[in-house]
């Protein structure tokens, strides 16, 4: 099955869009270090830049959540630079839907990595970056175990 043209590039522009919102939020809530830049340039980031942050935090502090996670982190970069790029659509046709639906599940895997599978909070919901823990208490970052 294929999309047209307008609703694949704006399916994978919103996709690459809520990856990067998602990334942003993993890296300050985790406190993730990024090159500082002057004013609201500051508040911008690359996606390169969002999962070098999120993977040096992991490194420091939950280094086998890192090592889990970086088969997805791999596969969610490898969609940027294909299926997530609506730039490079022009020289290779029409997106597919599973494409973009493949890479959709990849964030919504993503996503689900920092909620509380009991309450349904975000790790980071209350504690300090170097041990956030969701409303009920359960689950925390890093991982206890």
Known sequence: MRWSGRASAGAATKARRALEELLQEVCEALWAPLPFRRGQANDKREIGELFRGVRRTLKERAKPMLDTLEPLFKNLEADVGATLNVAAHGSRGLLGVSEVQAALERITTLDETWFCPKCR??????????AGRCKCGQSAFPPIG
Request: a positive charge; glycine letters at 10%; hydrophobic letters at 20%.
């Open 121 to 130: 909070t975000r790790i980071w919901h209350r504690g300090t970056p170097e």
